[in-house]
């Protein structure tokens, strides 16, 4: 078999919850990574597939609040305990906290929502889908980008293990430079072929929405995110879901710096299908503590 094969589920094992002793509590497998702290996407789409089990299967995730509290070990399952805030007739409450040895990792607030029709509006996509490179056309990837900043490439990062895609339309350059204050712009999906499982792909959605959105608050300063001066996390995770759309066909990614200040960082970002109709939009603050050396 080829690796893109092999790799064909490998999402879906990453959300694959089993369920656990009590009343709304899974488990959630350990990344598919070896090295590095445990993925925040990872938790938030085992925090989405977790919150989705609970709920009656004509709800979907409209809004997501979730906090980052604690690392978590690559190598460790993750227990999930979903607490049902409140069922109404239209929209639904999950808190969804998880646990490793104890100690919990994230905190995360879902609210879903029977789909209903409504007033619909949304802004013109800035440049238009045709302005765009198609994503066969565009050649620099997630781990090429990467893997170009020599932090990077000397480090232990088991980022390239995840079973996604992401390729860069307009990428700065990896290694550093002048400050880059234009939006930042990639094509991505889940790679292989996901199932026909409305709570898969938005679980996917949000373990793309984590990949780069909190990286690029250091373009402004002519900064990396890689740099090894830089001590930062993700701290925070805020997304709205729009329309439905499937994470394994190409997503457009339009990112954005709303500010840093304090020793962080805030990043905004809206996902595009390919017919240019807004998914979703979300928002990361990051911890961005910079040292210059001695």
Known sequence: MTDQANRDHRFTDVVDLLPAEGADRFTGPPAPERSGRTYGGQLLAQAVMAGHLTVPDDRLVNALHGLFLSAGEVDQPTAWVVERVRDGRSFGTRSVSGFQSGRELCRVLLSFHVPEPGLAYEPPLDPPMAAIPPPDEVQTTYLDFC????????????????????????????????????????????????????????????????????????????????????????????????????????????????????????????????????????AQEGLMRWSEPD
Do not use: K, N
């Not at 480090?155 to 430079?177: L, N």
């Not at 499982?197 to 690029?216: E, P």
């Open 147 to 282: 893997r170009a900043h020599p932090d990077t490439a000397a480090a232990d990062w088991g980022g390239d293990e995840r079973p996604m895609d992401i390729r860069y339309i307009d990428p700065p350059d990896p290694t550093g430079g002048p400050p880059v204050t234009e939006p930042q712009r990639m094509w991505l999906r889940i790679e292989g072929q996901l199932p026909d499982d409305r709570a898969v792909h938005q679980a996917g959605l949000a373990y793309l929405a984590d990949a780069t959105l909190i990286d690029h608050v250091l373009l402004p300063h002519g900064h990396r995110w890689h740099d090894a001066r830089l001590t930062g996390v993700s701290l925070d995770h805020a997304m709205w879901f729009r329309s439905e759309a499937r994470a394994d066909r190409w997503l457009r990614y339009d990112q954005g710096v709303e500010a840093t200040a304090a020793a962080r960082g805030l990043g905004i970002g809206r996902f595009h299908d390919e017919t240019g109709t807004l998914i979703a939009s979300c």
